[in-house]
């Protein structure tokens, strides 16, 4: 399995549960793993045979950037299903950091994996 790496998408939203993260936006820290085939645009150096992981990166901005979350886990949920629903990765791993959410600590974050079939029953 191939491998496409994007890393620290430094995007802002609405993101906690208290009062006080409800009123502003606040800094999130974004980073893809998206598992994909590259052998068929390794060959023929088309851009059609490869996944667009700037359109992807664009989708993800504009959903994260549109959005309001009280979870970081609901919000790594949505944009794994961009990827893997929206642009066909074959599988993603998504890590979603806020910065300075606890003191003596320089991020809080989760990372998350899913396919496909992980939204089929939705």
């Known amino acids: ?6 890393d620290n998408l430094r995007l802002r939203c609405v993101i906690g549960f208290s009062p006080h993260e409800r009123r502003d936006r606040q800094d999130v820290v974004i980073s893809l793993r998206l598992g994909c085939d590259m052998r068929a645009a390794s060959l023929s150096d088309d851009p059609d045979d490869a ?4 359109s992807l990166t664009k989708d ?14 609901t919000l790594a949920s949505a944009i794994a299903r961009v990827c893997v629903v929206e642009h066909d990765a074959q599988w993603v791993q998504v890590r979603a950091h806020k910065p300075g959410a606890l003191r003596f600590s320089d991020s809080v974050g989760v990372c998350i994996e899913r396919v496909r079939r992980d939204f089929e029953r939705d």
């Open 60 to 73: 993800v901005i504009r959903l994260v950037e549109g959005s309001s979350w009280q979870l970081l886990e």
């Open 51 to 54: 996944l667009n992981y700037r």
């Open 1 to 6: 399995m191939d491998v496409i790496e994007i």
